[in-house]
């Protein structure tokens, strides 16, 4: 069992992000060109000298007008099982308003990136597994549902 769930889960290698490179062409002649500064806080702006395309490097926060470590906070405190409201409420005691819909959006749009980034973590799998039944009644049929759980790492 171990080795089919191994097998069905390829590897995954996290590719690290080269900000030495254009967002556009790739060439590697860029050039730091000013700093922007927003309301979440000074960006690095670069310059590439092929295209003459002007870019910052924003991983997984483009066009968000809000500071990076918000968002995080947010989606932590969302994932974590706090309501979409008592997360709006509790950014704003720190001086941060921001709507519970926007909260429920970027809870959405994150999990679906988490979704597929744990999709292609290979888990690690011990060789003892712990079982369990349940038989339920679905709309007047009788289904059996298993749960199995390894014993180390609890996956």
Known sequence: MREAVQEEVPKTIIKQVDLTKCKRCKSPNVVKQGIRRLKRGPVQGYKCKDCNKRFTHNLGFEKKHVAPEQITQAVDLLFSGLSSRKVAKSLEMTGFKISCKT????????????????????????????????????????KYLFAMLDSDTRF
């Open 103 to 142: 909260v429920q959006n970027w809870g959405k749009a994150y999990a679906e990136i988490m979704e597929r980034f744990a999709d292609t973590i290979k888990p690690q799998v011990g060789e003892a597994w712990r079982t369990d039944e349940l038989y339920l009644k679905i709309k007047g049929n009788r």
